[in-house]
């Protein structure tokens, strides 16, 4: 098949839809596929065998300054960064709908003298896809979960009404359902993922398609002759992502009864206020580290360094954090939000599972596997077997195709 594959954030390292990108374009030119990828910045590194067609974001949502360049004083001017401009300064994201458009104009330039058996978007779904539809080529998108959680998460928590118009105005739930119900199939990550999406945007369960993520267990794997941190856990993830849970993780730190340090990994997360607050107020401040920015080899560094990783998020459309540390071996403390039992597996086997929002069960649990530490071996060896078993992107790659096909079918 000849593939183009669509991401409004194309490199690996600003997050989820750059990595997925990466494996499954990789994994559809293994299996013989053509790969074409219309991406936005930050652009990703050269994949072998994929043609990539890169186009324009100003950024005008995080630029506050400096909008006008010299060597191009009037781009601002052009009409979609004069709203993707104006839109930003009214608090609204402007970045996914804007790409949509310019994905258009691109795919029209490109079927002058390419022609493509299916699109396929990543968790985009602006207005422009309404357009593409109009050239007579089977368009479908991978939604990892409605934008909708993060929303709703996000209220749970108090602010001042201005600070609440701006996140109703910040995610644009309007055009993705509107966009999503319009697709000829929607990809998801989980059987949870699916069944929010039919709660959030009234997409039909018979037109998704479950395709679990996959992970590179040859990059995440166990380090040999690393030694183990005495009480010591790993949590991974944007410390100000309020679905994340860190306030019950750092709240349980004061419940336990074995003295535990906790090692956050979040990428050196800006502007970090939500965090400090729940530090502070619990005193907890000399039982934490803050890594920063690391690299892919020391983060798998970590995970064999530590003792336990814990993922207390209050929801999760899949869990890459949590399946990272099964395949490095590391026993998982997970909640049950969204999909995470789904990636970890059967409590006490591979993986502890917790209720959501329990900081006394998360801390139950650390006190479980800090006092059991054969326990906790054979379920970091269960656990990477379960993600070797389970999610590869080889796997991912094959069912994506198998989904193709049938969609290609029905389009016919």
């Excluded at 956050?264 to 000399?286: L, M, T």
Aim: aromatic share 12%.
């Amino acid at each position: 098949m000849k593939i183009c594959l669509l991401s409004y954030r194309g490199n690996p390292y600003c997050g989820g839809q750059g990595i997925y990108l990466m494996y499954i374009a990789r994994e559809l030119v293994k299996l013989g596929h053509e790969v074409h990828a219309i991406v936005g910045p930050p652009y990703p590194f050269e994949m072998e065998g994929v043609t990539l067609h890169r186009i324009s974001n100003h950024n005008y949502f995080n630029v506050k300054e400096n909008y006008i360049k010299p060597h191009k004083p009037f781009a601002t001017f052009q009409p979609l960064n004069f709203y993707e401009f104006i839109a930003a300064k009214f608090g609204i994201f402007p970045e996914i709908e804007t790409f949509s458009f310019r994905a258009f104009l691109k795919l029209k330039e490109i079927l002058k003298t390419e022609r493509f058996d299916i699109i396929h978007d990543n968790q985009c779904l602006g207005y422009g896809y309404l357009l593409i539809k109009n050239f007579g080529i089977p368009i479908i998108s991978t939604l990892h979960h409605p934008l909708s959680i993060d929303r709703t998460t996000w209220f749970e928590y108090p602010s001042d009404f201005w600070l609440k118009m701006m996140r109703v105005l910040y995610y644009p739930l309007i055009m993705q359902r509107f966009v999503t119900n319009r697709m000829d199939r929607i990809i998801t990550v989980s059987h949870d993922s699916a069944k929010e999406i039919q709660k959030a945007f009234g997409t039909p369960l018979e037109k998704q398609s479950v395709v679990y993520n996959g992970l590179d267990a040859g990059i995440f794997h166990p380090v040999p002759g690393v030694k183990k941190r005495k009480n010591s856990i790993i949590f991974v993830g944007n410390v100000e992502d309020r679905k994340k849970g860190v306030s019950y993780l750092l709240r349980a730190l004061t419940l336990t009864k074995n003295r535990v340090h906790l090692t956050v990994v979040d990428g050196g997360a800006p502007n970090r206020k939500f965090v400090p607050h729940w530090i502070d107020k619990f005193g907890i401040n000399d039982r934490i580290t803050f890594t920063g920015k690391i690299t892919t080899e020391r983060l798998v560094e970590l995970y064999s360094e530590h003792e336990i990783a814990v993922s207390p998020s209050i929801y999760e459309g899949f869990g890459f954090p949590a399946a990272e540390a099964m395949a490095c071996e590391l026993p998982v403390i997970a909640s049950d939000g969204g999909a995470l039992p789904e990636v970890v597996g059967e409590h006490l086997k591979t993986a502890y599972v917790v209720p959501t929002r329990d900081p006394e069960a998360l801390a139950a649990g650390i006190d479980y596997l800090v006092d059991n530490p054969d326990r906790r071996i054979a379920m970091g060896k269960a656990g990477r077997k379960r993600v070797l078993e389970t999610f590869t992107w080889e796997n991912a790659a094959k069912e994506m195709v198998d989904v193709y096909e049938e969609v290609i079918r029905a389009y016919r």
